[in-house]
């Protein structure tokens, strides 16, 4: 089996909301700009960047990814 990420919340609509450039959002929370990016776009984050992101959103990282177990056969 193996397992996906699922990013369960809107990171660019949030963002977006408080009215931050992923300028301000790697310089506040250490996650470069492309790689937020990729983040805001569903891309997998790495154990490192997920708890970065949500010590910066101050939100448990359960809140904000889940993994999804597909068989993959």
């Not at 089996?1 to 790697?26: F, P």
């Not at 990016?37 to 984050?45: K, V």
């Not at 790495?46 to 056969?73: C, H, Y």
């Amino acid at each position: 089996m193996k397992e996906q990420v699922k990013l369960l919340i809107d990171l660019r609509g949030l963002r977006q909301e408080v009215g931050m450039s992923l300028a301000s959002v790697e310089k506040l929370s250490g996650v470069s700009e492309a790689t937020f990016a990729r983040m805001e776009s569903g891309d997998s984050p790495s154990l490192a960047n997920a708890l970065q992101v949500a010590r910066f959103l101050q939100m448990p990282v359960e809140e904000i990814w889940s993994l999804d177990a597909t068989k993959k056969g």
